[in-house]
Structures are given as structure tokens and as C-alpha cells.
């Protein structure tokens, strides 16, 4: 049978482009041709005389691959219909002979959306980064989130929380097939990759543009917002209602015999805790009372939003030696830690990090002019409060006067129900996602000291029970594992590895995804790698959620279902009067 003259003309036009140089692609009159007419995506007026475009050659990708690419760089700005407003988009289009017909999304991190468009490079795919309409590129979502004191900047919520990827995205696949002059019906594989907000911001795809993504990869997700960012305020809350101030070494000193009681619980002593949830369990954090501590004098540098000690955004500032033995008190405050916050008639109102992660939000603060340990509020929380519950644009509470847990769970009521259609990003019916054939891996750190890891726990639970109301518990999770699958990291942090506790962590998501959507080579494990300790070079297969590991020898575990040790990651919010997914 004689292919018709369409089909002719549109092999024509692959070839053409394939055979085509960058140079003579990426001309403004080419990427002006490729956009789409205005009314064809609803709600968007692109500007076509705003269009820049110029070739850049041997860069590095944004996502820190080794190689160097030529690629188009280009601007695309946009208005929403009858709005008036205007969002400038980039996009980084790789060579002809090096696109693999894929777009990739990046994830940013704290309040800000990713503002580098390379990601995609290293994997043959054209990316995108969005000013989101207030200069994202330049400013961080928290900087403008207020006009001023009581003033919401609503389009700025809406746009971070999860339009602004969204409507890149749609933007970007026609854009993509006519830069490359392919036909309309071809496919372009999509991609999202990004870890803690821009975990979040990955969640906010799925549930928000599902059928947009053929492949989603969410680390830590900071969803949940409300709950989480109150949350930071926690520890330093059960300081000032116990009037007892630790040195901070007295928590690292809880926190490192912890580790080193529960590490052996998972079958092997590797200064890794692989099952938090066995140390709940067999661990009493009585037993560490008496013990001595010792740090040396240091310049501390506290914990940043969203991130682990080392993150950019974080402040530094000077501890004195610190020599000492544990206190009942300073046991007492870290099992509250661990317990999470209830309201004054003992109902929980959110749940806390694993035992053996680290208690950064407990820090305190030296005062030379008294030489004692003083409270410190992390503005992580601190600024949630002041800006986005009380609405006033300040950086942070001065004090925790009058707060109490009601105080908290209050906190986290009104950022819940204020901002529910927007940062909260809960909604668990992933239909849309699912049944357009989208795939998604979920991972978190075990230890993670910022983003609670029974958080993405609740989460996937919750989407289990949304989607298969009426099936089998056995059955649901084989069903749910062909598209969605969730992974501990054991003993790792805030999306990366952790000093105190050198486990594996995963490095090839994105080739295992690709791999997953192409060529449907679904993963039943998580590649991981041990990058420092005794074990450094070791690949660990991690188990998928819920079964959990536990080693059998020193070269190998199994992965189990232990339904005693999975109760300890359920939870209820009955502080609440509505549910919390």
C-alpha cells in the first residue's frame, strides 16, 4: 500500500530537520513559525515579536553531567488572555542530531522554581525554566508572595504552586515539533525530575497536569505545606514550653547513639540505619542518659529550607566547645520531637522525623554575653508564619511568646485551608496521570531532617486508598506499582547522602525512568550506590514501599513485609476537622 502524501511530506520533514544543522534551526523567523496560533492552548496569547533565539556551543548541562552540548537558546513570552501580564520562558533545544524526542522538566528548590533550561541536555531532550510572571529568575516566590502586610499575591501563589510548569510544558511540545519540523502526532516524551520543593513542584504536575507527563521522579516532596513548615517551628516550641535550652551537641550526641543502638536492628552493623521503624520499636532513648558528649569549638551552620546543614541559604554562627553528659531533659525533648505534635487533648496534629534523624530544628543559639544556650527559631517555619499565616512581611517570629501546640496546630489550620487549592498540593486522585500511561518514582531519605519521610508514607497511602477503594490490599499494590512506586533511601538525608550515616542513595532515576517509559522495562527496585564508609562502591537494589529491607548476610538483604513494624507509619490527624492526605 502507497503511504498517502501526508504521511510522505511528514518523513520528508524529519528527515530534513535531522539533516539540518543547530545553526540553521535556531533562527527567531524558525522558532516564530513553531509556535502555536494563538487559541489553540486556552487561557495563553503568545507574543511572537518577543521571540529571541541564539545557538551557544560546548556548555555544560545544568544538571552537573560531565559532557558539553550545542544547543538553541530560546526566550518565549506569554500573556494570559485579557490579563495583561507577561511570563518570559526559556527553553535550551539541543542539536538536531542529538535530540531524542524528549522534554525534560526541572525541579527547583526552597521558594524558588529552577531558573537553569539545560537539564535536559544530557538526556537528548529539549528543557524549560519559567520566570513564572514575577521574575523567578530573580526573585524567590517567599519575596513576593505579599504586595504588602494582609496582601496576597495570588497570581504568584497560583503560578509557583503549579501553573507556571504547567503551562511551560504545553507551550513547550508544539514548540518542540515544529523547531525540529516534525509532525504534529509525534510523540514527545515527557519528563520531570526534581527533590524536595522541587519534589513538590513534581507532585504538583501529577496531580495538576497528569496527562502533560509520561515520567515523573519526586524526591522529599514538600507537599503538605501547611503541616510541614509549622512543623519546623516544633522543636524549638518544646524548648520554650520545657524552659530547657540544650547545647547542640547534646542533641547530636542523642542522635549519634541512636544510630549506633539501632544500626545492627536491620540484620547488619554498617553505621546505617535501614529500618527507623525497628528502632521505634526496640529502642528506648531513656538508655542514652548519663552519656558523655564532646564538641569542639565551631563556626555552625544551621539548617536552610528545605535542605540539610550544608545548604545555600543557611546561616553561620559560632559555638564554643561544648562538654557535657546527657540530661533526662534533653531526652525528653528529643522523644517529643520524635512523637510530633498533638494538641492539648493529646490528638495528632502532624507526625515527625524517623528516630536517628538528626534534630537540626532543636538547635540553639550561643549568647556570649551570657555564655548559655538560647532558643532559635528556623525561619523556615518562622517565615511560613509571619508571611503566610499572620500575613505580615517579616523574615521570621521574634519570640514564642504566648505559643503553645494549640498555637501550632492553629498555624497549620489556617495555612491548610488558605492555601488547600494551591501550596498545599495533596490531592490524591491521580487518575488523569495514571490512566494518560504516566509513570512515577517517589523517593525520600530515611533520616531526612527537613521533610518528615512518613510524609510521602501518608501520601502514597492515601493515594492507594483513593484509587483502588475496592480492591484487595495485595492487589492494589500490584496495580499501583505498574505506575506509581515509592522508595526509602535508608539512612540518607534531605536529598542527598548523609554524613552521619553512609548509605546508599540513588543516582540513575532518570535513565531508570526513561528506560521504564520507552521500552516498558518496568523497575521492581531502586538502583542505589554507597558512596563513602565501609561499604562505599556497594549497589544496593532498594526495596519498593512497603516492603522493607533487612540483611541476611553482610552482602545481602531481603526485602519484607513486617506488618508489626508498618503500623508504626500510620497516622491519623484527629487534630483536624477534615482529612489531611
Known amino acids: 500500500m502507497r503511504k498517502s502524501t501526508r504521511a510522505v511530506v511528514a518523513a520528508l520533514a524529519a528527515a530534513t530537520a535531522q539533516a539540518t544543522s543547530l545553526s540553521d534551526l535556531c533562527t527567531v523567523s524558525n522558532v516564530q513559525s ?67 524526542n524528549r522534554f525534560y522538566v526541572a525541579g527547583g528548590g526552597g521558594f524558588s522554581l529552577s531558573s537553569d533550561a539545560t537539564g535536559g541536555l544530557e538526556y537528548g531532550a529539549a528543557s524549560g525554566a519559567t520566570d513564572a510572571g514575577y521574575d523567578a529568575f530573580s526573585y524567590s516566590y517567599d519575596e513576593v508572595v505579599l504586595y504588602g502586610n494582609g496582601s496576597i499575591n495570588w497570581d504568584a501563589t497560583y503560578m509557583f504552586s503549579y501553573q507556571a510548569l504547567g503551562e511551560m510544558t504545553k507551550i513547550a511540545k508544539p514548540l518542540t515539533r515544529g523547531f525540529y519540523g516534525l509532525s504534529s502526532d509525534k510523540k514527545i516524551y515527557t519528563y520531570y525530575e526534581g527533590c524536595s520543593d522541587g519534589g513538590r513542584e513534581g507532585m504538583s504536575q501529577v496531580q495538576r497536569w497528569g496527562d502533560e507527563y509520561d ?48 544500626d545492627p536492628l536491620d540484620g547488619r552493623t554498617d553505621g546505617v540505619v535501614s529500618r527507623t521503624d525497628l528502632c521505634m520499636l526496640n529502642f528506648n532513648l531513656t538508655s542514652i542518659i548519663g552519656e558523655s558528649y564532646y564538641c569542639a569549638e565551631q563556626n555552625y551552620t544551621s539548617l536552610g529550607f528545605g535542605f540539610s546543614k550544608r545548604a545555600e541559604g543557611s546561616t553561620t554562627s559560632y559555638q564554643p566547645a561544648q562538654n557535657g553528659s546527657v540530661t533526662a531533659e534533653g531526652v525528653t525533648l528529643a522523644q517529643a520531637i520524635y512523637d510530633g505534635l498533638h494538641d492539648s487533648n493529646g490528638k495528632r496534629a502532624y507526625l515527625s522525623w524517623q528516630i536517628a534523624a538528626e534534630l537540626s530544628d532543636g538547635d540553639t543559639e550561643y549568647d556570649s554575653t ?50 488547600i487549592d494551591s501550596l498545599q498540593t495533596t490531592v490524591v486522585d491521580l487518575t488523569t496521570f495514571q490512566e494518560s500511561g504516566g509513570k512515577m518514582i517517589h523517593y525520600h531519605g530515611e533520616s531526612d531532617p527537613s521533610i518528615p519521610t512518613a510524609s510521602s508514607v501518608h501520601y502514597w497511602q492515601g493515594v492507594r486508598q483513593a484509587m483502588y477503594p475496592n480492591t484487595s490490599y495485595t492487589q492494589s499494590l500490584k496495580e499501583m506499582s505498574d505506575w506509581y512506586q515509592l522508595y526509602l533511601v535508608p539512612g540518607a538525608a534531605h536529598c542527598g547522602t548523609n554524613d552521619l550515616q553512609p548509605g546508599p542513595y540513588p543516582e540513575d532515576n532518570m535513565e531508570i525512568m526513561i528506560d521504564w517509559v520507552e521500552n516498558g522495562n518496568k523497575p521492581s527496585r531502586l538502583n542505589a550506590t554507597v558512596s563513602s564508609g565501609t561499604y562505599a562502591g556497594e549497589t544496593q537494589m532498594l526495596c519498593q514501599w512497603p516492603s522493607r529491607p533487612l540483611w541476611t548476610s553482610n552482602s545481602s538483604f531481603s526485602c519484607v513485609h513486617d506488618s508489626k513494624s508498618l503500623a508504626t507509619w500510620d497516622y491519623t490527624f484527629d487534630a483536624f476537622k477534615m482529612p489531611v492526605f
Open 34 to 100: 513553531a509556535l502555536p496560533s494563538n487559541g489553540t492552548l486556552l487561557g495563553i496569547d503568545l507574543i511572537p515579536s518577543a521571540v529571541t533565539a541564539n545557538t551557544v556551543t560546548d556548555a555544560s548541562s545544568g544538571m552537573g553531567s560531565s559532557g558539553s552540548y550545542d544547543y538553541c537558546n530560546v526566550t518565549v513570552t506569554y500573556t494570559h488572555t485579557g490579563k495583561g501580564d507577561k511570563v518570559v520562558v526559556k527553553y535550551a533545544l539541543p542539536a538536531p542530531s542529538d535530540f531524542k
Open 215 to 262: 515520567g515523573v521522579i519526586a524526591g522529599a516532596p514538600a507537599f503538605r505545606f501547611a503541616q510541614q513548615q509549622v512543623h519546623h517551628v516544633f522543636p524549638a516550641t518544646i524548648e520554650h514550653t520545657m524552659d530547657y535550652y540544650p547545647p547542640p551537641c547534646e542533641l547530636d550526641k542523642i542522635v549519634n547513639a541512636t544510630i549506633e543502638a539501632c
Open 370 to 419: 551570657t555564655d548559655s544556650w538560647t532558643l532559635s527559631i528556623p525561619s523556615t517555619g518562622g517565615e511560613y508564619v509571619t508571611k503566610f499565616v499572620q500575613l505580615l512581611n517579616i523574615d521570621n517570629l521574634e519570640n514564642l511568646d504566648n505559643v503553645t501546640y494549640d498555637t501550632l496546630v492553629d498555624w497549620m489550620n489556617i495555612g491548610m485551608i488558605r492555601y
